[in-house]
């Protein structure tokens, strides 16, 4: 039992001496070497100024039968839709998004039924590629008969080049915290390890003219500012550390 027990002890001294003079790699619980890292996000913006709006342009019409209602809204929308396109507006910038047609009771003032009304609705979907002819173009189809006009919205056809824009600058922005707190902290930088972006794309965004119902032509006459909308980007880099 002495015999097995000095050379049990001799051995344990042999395998201190083996571990001081190796490396100081540090395994993780499935043996594996862990690496050390430093991750790091940057993040990039672009501003862009629109040049592309979004519009809804209703004709609403009210009369004693659904026939007279649909023939006054008819006449009403063809010269709302005239009035788009002798404004310069594409036939296939044109799109029909609404249409209704429905009974109104009409109540007196003790809200007994004194009978009853047809309402026809026709909206078009309009994309507006001018935006500078935009405010003269809405007066335009006022004059024509347009009595509602919903969410003027605003937006950029092509965001390629500024989602690339806003991703480089998002690296940039990575890269020099990476630097910075390496050199702050001592080490230096390995290789990438990982890369994750996350791209931020805005809707459309809405200009607070949008009106619902009848109102004044005039109102519509003042400039419309389209403002401008950012692209943003993330971008997650993990390096490793020595």
Known sequence: MNTKTVLISAMLV???LLSACGGTTVVGPNGQPLIRSLTVTGMGEVTLSPDIAY???GVRT???TASAAMTKNSTET???VK???DAGVAAEDLQTSNFNIYANNQLDLEGKPTGITYIVENTVYVKVRDLAKLGDLL???VQAGANNVNSIQFDVVDKTKAMTDARAAAVKSAQAQAQELASTTGVSLGSIQTISYYDSVPMPFAE???MGGAFDAAALAAPISPG???ISASVTLTYEIK
């Open 208 to 210: 607070s003219k949008g």
């Open 139 to 141: 007066d335009s189809v």
């Open 83 to 85: 009035a788009l396109t």
């Open 78 to 80: 063809q010269a709302v």
């Open 14 to 16: 042999l395998a201190v």
């Open 62 to 64: 009210e009369d004693a």
């Open 228 to 230: 401008t909308l950012k």
């Open 55 to 57: 519009v809804n342009i």
